[in-house]
């Protein structure tokens, strides 16, 4: 069973300028909705940004993880859903998800191939500079055609880090090239690159 999902979705995605895959659980929140049939091929196709922001912290769901893992997890949802426009055989959603910690898509997403998958699919990943979030490697990153945007966050009272509002919108605002003109947070210690 591969779910269809909203054509208003699907237009809406194709014709905008950005997708920002937002903070949340990464496999029940996130996965879902890019597993969804042609999901993928819309994103491919439509915005020009394709942004992914990392919590600021590992969960349940994602403990151990590090920055390039929930990239090979859009990637692999969303070649899934790609792939569900056309047949493939034994080529589910869920084992799209699964790729994560196997080696030897791990051997084939280090090849010139996959530089070109992520580029589909990602092209900014923003994060929070921090021990308890995820591990980012910039380097990595900008091998597959990653820019990184790092941000400083501040310590919710939970214990968890999150975002400073002002410096994410500054951040989002930088990638999409618009400038608000008002006051800079003094949190914003963006860092493109």
Known sequence: MHPSPNPKAVAAIEASDAVIYSIGSLYTSLAPSLILMGIGTAIANGPRFKILILNGSLDRETGGFEGIDFVKAVVGCCDASSSL???????SAAAATAVVHDDTESKIMDNEDMKMRVKRYITHLIYIDHPSAPLV??????????EGVRLYGRKGEDGKMRYDEKALGQALGAIL??????ER?????????
Not at 137 to 146: A, F, P, V, Y
């Open 185 to 193: 947070s003094r949190r914003n210690t963006l860092e493109v690159g």
């Open 177 to 182: 090239g618009k400038r608000d003109g008002k």
């Open 137 to 146: 490697d910039r380097e990595k990153l900008s091998t597959w055609g990653i």
């Open 85 to 91: 426009t056309r047949p493939l055989p034994d080529h």
